[in-house]
């Protein structure tokens, strides 16, 4: 196991896992997008699983099947009598199937294997198989999906800070996660640019040697591990898996939906925006096939625009963001767009605080974010600054316009002058991330 591996912890997930420990009768399915953490997550709860429930090395089953070594288990029967084969009679075992979609009817093996009570299944995937609505068709008993992310941005901070000083402790995580703190500026460019993807933190790392943190730095390790990353999406999870043959096409697509994240896009928009500006043909369907294999390999996630007043979702021209914004870096420089990079990033850190997250619209104003989570509603209007006196009241109008008593809140990099107006908080961005 990489150093990585053994210091970034995942609390959030690892809550979410012990939670189902131990109902065998329950699938556990880690979704994400490639190298987001998922095999790291296993190794961390088997981790607990040794230390805090004196589960042996026997009782614990993990095959990835990326690895040659497993080879001859993609073939669903013989993965099936090799797991039952290794079970520990009288005990509850615990098996980890890492990108269980390589293999061909998996859902055979794992609905057999469901029906055993001492058997305890937990699987990862990062492409369209594993999306809940073929799940469900594919596995016959209950499952539950816990949805992973790349680092956010406390989770950022915690390791990058843990590779350079050693353990972490109650004291080094309070003084790391002070927004106040000298160097937490240019660790939020860090993030932004140099990627949130665990293993960039072991990168940087290396590349900020004699580098003060002060001075902004670009990686060209970083810069080629997510070449690498969106590269084998591109063309394994996608290309191979729609057998697509224009792959510049594709290509364009992306580009086109990493350019504009934060703004409402439509088929048509895109459509127009290929024929005029790059002179390239392509037809609605062929567009439409191309973003849901975004989503589908939870590259980009698609925030659908939601009705205030009549409380019901709109069909058209929804929102797009990216999964790690180094990936939109990667791909088209750095300069620009800060509003829309920051609007992205909250709506990331909004799911993974567990709401679902949908566009407002209220008459003609605009709420950037309608949060919802257990019967509760909040409204976010992100802006990187709102020092013009002008600015600050539009973003307000917006929020002010709703007349529930739902909260309401303003996020921007600015340290606010203001921490409230008529019930609306007004939050810098820093302070909200790294202290949820």
Not at 95 to 108: R, S
Not at 286 to 307: C, G, N, P, Q, W
Not at 386 to 393: H, I
């Amino acid at each position: 196991m990489s150093a990585i591996q053994t210091l970034i912890p995942r609390p959030q997930y690892i809550k979410q896992l012990e939670a189902w420990r131990d109902k065998s009768d329950v699938i556990k399915v880690i979704t994400g997008i490639r190298r987001c953490g998922k095999s790291t997550l296993f190794q961390l709860f088997q981790t607990d699983l040794f230390l805090d429930y004196g589960v042996s090395d026997a009782q614990v089953q993990q095959i990835n099947f990326e690895d040659a070594n497993f080879s001859d288990l993609l073939d669903w029967k013989k993965l099936h009598d090799h797991i039952l084969k290794n079970v520990v009679p009288g005990k509850m075992n615990y098996v980890f199937l890492d990108e269980i979609q390589n293999v061909e009817h998996f859902e055979k093996t794992i609905n057999s294997l469901r029906l055993r009570e001492n058997i305890d299944i937990y699987i990862t995937g990062s492409n369209s198989k594993m999306l809940s609505g073929e799940l469900a068709t594919l596995l016959s008993g209950r499952y539950i999906t816990i949805h992973m992310q790349p680092l956010s941005f406390s989770e950022y901070v915690m390791a990058y800070n843990v590779h350079q000083v050693g353990m972490w402790t109650a004291t080094t995580r309070e003084e790391f996660l002070n927004p106040r703190h000298n160097n937490i500026n240019s660790m939020f460019q860090d993030y932004l640019h140099n990627s949130s993807f665990p293993y960039t933190v072991q990168l940087l790392k290396f590349a900020r040697t004699n580098i003060p943190y002060n001075e902004p730095i670009a990686s060209e390790q970083v810069r080629q591990f997510l070449s690498g990353i969106l590269d084998t999406i591109v063309l394994k999870d996608i290309v191979e898996r729609k057998k697509i043959k224009d792959v510049a096409r594709l290509k364009r697509v992306i580009k086109f939906m990493f350019d504009n994240i934060g703004r409402e896009t439509s088929l048509l928009k895109i459509k127009t925006s290929l024929e005029t500006d790059a002179g390239i043909k392509i037809d609605s369907a062929t567009i439409d096939s191309y973003v849901e294999s975004l989503l589908d390999t939870f590259v980009m996630y698609k925030a659908d625009r939601y009705d205030i007043k009549g409380k019901q979702l709109l069909k058209t021209n929804s929102k797009y963001y990216v999964a790690d914004m180094g990936l939109r870096y990667m791909l088209l420089g750095r300069e620009g767009d800060d509003g829309h990079v920051l609007e992205n990033i909250v709506y990331l850190e909004l799911l993974r605080r567990g709401y679902q997250v949908y566009v407002g619209k209220l008459d003609s104003y605009e709420i950037d974010f309608v949060a919802q989570k257990n019967g509760t509603t909040e409204y976010y209007q992100v802006s990187q600054t709102v020092l013009n006196p002008d600015t600050l009241e539009r973003e307000l109008r917006s929020l002010d316009k709703i007349d529930d008593h739902n909260p309401k809140f303003l996020i921007t990099m600015d340290t606010p002058f203001r921490n409230e107006y008529n019930g609306i908080k007004i939050v810098n961005a820093l302070d909200w991330l790294l202290n949820p």
